[in-house]
């Protein structure tokens, strides 16, 4: 399947913000947006045309996602809105089981019974056509039927309903701040997206879901002309499964420190101006010197190295080599997780997966093979006790159902084992963050994401940052500059000395995880409160040209 | 049918320019069919195939524009795409950088479409899978790989005068081959506008024997190292250099080609005078579309003469402020090198590393274009001329502008991912650490 959806967007300074995948579609205005789509019932008349055709033509199985998929971004810089993007997308995906073999056939602006029997048809001869070379038939997980059930996200204000010069409005806004602040340039998008996605299978489920995300960011620039250098500093917000109700903040969404953070709600003008003073800083600020240090990660930081290092590794897909050919396999083998000992991490480090959390990017009702939604763990006590497996896999791993993590980008893609938010729990002494930086002589506390790089089997990675401050003596006692830190999996976690209490908790996460041939983008994320690794290298990454 | 003839596809744009009560309004019209077929675990994953064919339409009031699309094409449905693409652009604010519509353009030649790659059915795909598979499982090695194939077109037409149409196709092949006990792993890919080129077993036989020969690898110290870095290793690293080759970045002062105390670094030797970078859209290793996304054309630029930097690409807008010609970016590009074959370079090296591919490289800094990543499916150390013994994989620091300053020897160009690259002998490349990874 041909994915059309690789968007560039022009002018956005070095490096900055590449689009992939979001299940684009074709342009509409914004009012398209308010309507609500397909009616449920016509919905279901349709997916069980093409179940019915399914099972008369010989499938075993099959289920229907008919998919409505709502983009818009708004793009900004300086005092300019650079773009308006309005998108929706809208069609069917089938998939069957046909001589133990999966087939899948996917059409565009379904509106009756007739196209939903040829898609069935047209995935009945595809599994019939691919059986022949196949080794082993599927084995699918039993799943019980939900009959007709709904799931929405608990969003507080449609950001879909907020007229686009509200949004235009807010974006000029926070770049004015950010110009009087000391940037000499900035830009900034606001994402948001809409799924309504709407599930049927053999199994006796009619599933309809509307799912919202929305993703506030900006990249600033400070130059200075006399040495020609620059640097940037990006929002510090997160991507959430939330509505526009994540740009309104209140005192108890802000966490204080040498930079304000946030949780559920962000103060993307405050960011902005405080990122703008720290853009300018950075040009002054004191170059690292290579060497061994404890570092205190942030959330707004972590969420990444959590991602990589623990999310992809524990994919049971890779694990069993059906992505070696592109993100690659994994260090974290069967027999590791057999041996019921392997140490992932130190006796700190607890990880979970999550499909249920709130305001997650990850949370839905069900999967796109209609599995409920659930939370596992993956390593506790710092042993690997399991992986994410769907339908077709949990039986390798002796699995009787499946943990519901699939997921397809759009309703033309096959669905298949994605990542579900995969989280560090927090530490269960009380422990702030200032009480934490006490204790570290030689230290540096690093907020926000940065550059990011892992081997493919997830051993060996290299991370940078947004802001580093240097630690000497339990005391913050300055801005560093070109900071990136080098280790291995298994040796980064086993030197989690300390994880903060719920109270510092916060979710980070990203719209664009990339997995597949073709590639599909998928929206997760990841929490975590601060925390400690002693003793991880650190390499100076300045360089003259 | 997906793939419009040049009068065909002229027909349907008049018809839409024909509807337009706008101030300027230019039509986008894409058809494809592409498809692919996916293994791993020696055993077809997934396989499929789509035909696509869309119209877009641009309508603009004065220096504010909207964009539909549509792909019915009955009158009635043309003419609301317009009427939409029209409401929307009286909606939308004025954007201050809006240029206006070219006129027409002067488009050259190009053989960027082949019969061969447009006849691929599902046939030849699982022909083409088999005969990668295939050798692996007589070998007990087991393959993992993707073809995808694409045929289609594109058209643009405005109300200033501008009509462009080119066909174009496309086939990429990958594949990875490890050994049954994971410990070797080696990796080849090929892309071609024509696929009677491909040879997907010849290309798994190059990934087998480096699957083969990568086992059993022994750790160098990480530091600096002669390497020699296969096409595949080298494209990455160049072409995340000319992707930051934008004039407007440079004159704002946030690329590496910005000077200090500001203006920029056109005309400055920045590379080893043996480094030449240019763009060819005809030239018949990697022919692309004479045309850019907006109506531009497409022409031979050299990007970089003998090390000196000698063209930026610019956004129409950015060339009229700066009043110089608004080159485009290219779609793909040539470093020109000499005749000496990938063996060749081995023959000639005292002691070295040789890079098969990198892996997972990302941006460090922008400033100095510094890249980090990771070696990855067949690194080797030479000595006195021959392939010793499989090294362990490595993770880089490296920037390209450094990387092409150590130039110690440059090959004959073969095509990579659509762009003509040699492969590269380089001295002091700067290996950080050791990966476990295979």
Known sequence: MKRRDFVQLAGLGTGAFLLPGLAMGRNVSPEAFLDSGVDVAVKKRLADAALNAAKSKGASYADVRIGRYLNQYVVTREDKVQNIVNTESYGVGVRVIANGCWGFAAVVDVNNEGQMAKAAEDAVAIAKANAKLMKEPVQLAPQKGFGEVSWKAPIKKNAFEVPVKEKADLLLGVNAAAMANGANYVNSILFLVNEQKYFASTDGSYIDQDIHRIWPIFNITAIDPKSGKFETRNALSAPMGMGYDYLQTNPADKVAGVTTRYKMGYDMLEDATAGAKQAKEKLTAKSVEAGKYDLILDPSHLWLTIHESVGHPLELDRVLGYEANFAGTSFATLDKWQSKTFQYGSKQVNLVADKLQVGSLGAVGWDDEGVNTKKWDLVRDGVLVNYQAIRDQVHIIGGKESQGCCYADSWSSVQFQRMPNVSLEAGKAALSVEDMIKDVKKGIYIIGDGSFSIDQQRYNFQFGGQLFYEIKDGKIVGMLKDVAYQSNTQEFWNSCVQVCDEKDYRLGGSFFDGKGQPSQSSAVSHGSSTARFNGVNVINTARKI | ?438
């Open chain 2, 1 to 438: 049918m997906a793939i419009l003839s040049k009068e065909e596809a002229k027909k349907i744009i008049d018809k839409v320019l024909a509807f337009s009560k706008a101030d300027e309004i230019s039509v986008g019209l894409n058809g494809d069919r592409s498809g692919n077929i996916r293994y791993a675990r020696n055993s077809v994953s997934t396989s499929g195939e789509t035909t696509d064919l869309s119209l877009s339409v641009t309508s603009v009031f004065g220096k504010k524009s909207g964009t539909a699309t549509i792909n019915e094409f009955d009158d009635a449905s043309l003419e609301k795409t317009v009427r939409r693409a029209e409401e929307i652009a009286k909606l939308a604010p004025d954007n201050p950088e809006y240029m206006p519509m070219l006129g027409a353009q002067q488009f050259q030649e190009t053989q960027s479409f082949a019969e061969s790659t447009a006849a691929i059915n599902p046939g030849f795909r699982a022909q083409a899978a088999f005969n990668s598979i295939d050798p692996c499982i007589k070998k007990d090695l087991t393959a993992a790989g993707f073809l995808q194939d694409s045929a289609g077109f594109s058209a643009i037409g405005n109300n200033k005068g501008l009509f462009a149409y080119n066909k174009s196709t496309s086939v990429d092949f990958s594949i990875t081959v490890r050994t049954a006990d994971g410990k070797g792993s080696g990796y080849a890919t090929r892309d071609y506008n024509d696929a009677s080129k491909l040879d997907t077993k010849a290309a798994t036989e190059i990934a087998m024997q480096k699957a083969l020969a990568s086992v059993n690898t022994k750790a160098l110290e990480p530091g600096k190292y002669t390497v020699i870095l296969e096409p595949t290793a080298a494209v990455d690293l160049l072409q995340n250099m000319m992707r930051s080759m934008d004039a407007r970045n440079a004159d704002e002062g946030r690329s590496f080609l910005g000077k200090k105390g500001g203006g920029t670094r056109l005309g400055e030797k920045l590379f080893d005078e043996r480094i030449t970078i240019y763009s060819d859209p005809a030239n018949p290793e990697i022919p692309t579309s004479p045309f850019a996304g907006d109506g531009r054309a497409q022409e031979k630029v050299t990007w970089i003469d003998k090390g000196v930097v000698k063209n930026m690409y610019y956004s129409r807008f950015w060339a009229q402020k700066q009043g110089v010609k608004a080159v485009p970016a290219p779609s793909g590009f040539i470093l020109a090198g000499g005749t000496e074959s990938l063996a060749d370079l081995i023959k000639g090296t005292e002691k070295g590393i040789l890079v098969t591919r990198f892996w997972y490289i990302r941006a460090v800094d922008p400033q100095t274009l510094l890249y980090t990543g990771l070696t990855r499916d067949g690194t080797f150390y030479i000595e006195n001329g021959q392939i010793k013994y499989p090294v362990k994989n490595f993770r880089f620091n490296e920037s390209p502008v450094i990387m092409l300053n150590n130039v110690e020897a440059i090959g004959k160009p073969v095509r990579a991912a659509g762009n003509l690259v040699p492969p590269l002998k380089i001295r002091d490349f700067t290996f950080t650490s050791l990966s476990d990874a295979v």
